[in-house]
């Protein structure tokens, strides 16, 4: 699981520098400010969390007993759900999608207190 979590958190990063290039250079004329700064934000979580999943991944091999992979799978699913809403609407327009961003924002809390949480449990 630690190997697939590194790559996992590689991809995601590698994926959010290429955004983060394509807002600088492709949307910064095509967009206004307000959805540029959300496509902003949204790579911005992207490239933290990124580093967190390979952080899961190094944890697994830290405290293979920890079961941390969940965090893993939250930074994930906070990543879709959050930085993928913020792309959306950056993308179309549409205000009702930022409704979605929240929920991944929740999703990466509960990663990061999972993490902890998990190896807190396997004690020393």
């Excluded at 979605?100 to 990466?108: A, E």
């Amino acid at each position: 699981m630690d190997r697939f979590f590194f790559i996992l958190g590689c991809a995601s990063g590698l994926i959010g520098v290429a955004l983060g290039a394509f807002g600088a250079h492709a949307l910064k004329e095509k967009i206004p400010p307000e959805l540029l700064n959300a496509f902003e934000v949204g790579v911005r979580y992207q490239m933290y969390h990124a580093l967190a999943i390979i952080a899961v991944a190094w944890a697994s091999t830290r405290w293979p007993n920890s079961n941390v992979a969940v965090a893993g799978w939250l930074f994930l699913a906070g990543t879709v759900l959050f930085s993928g809403s913020l792309y959306a609407l950056s993308f179309s327009g549409y205000r009702w999608i930022a409704m979605v961003t929240p929920v991944g924002g929740v999703l990466f809390i509960a990663g990061w207190l999972y993490a902890a949480w998990a190896v807190l449990r396997v004690g020393p």
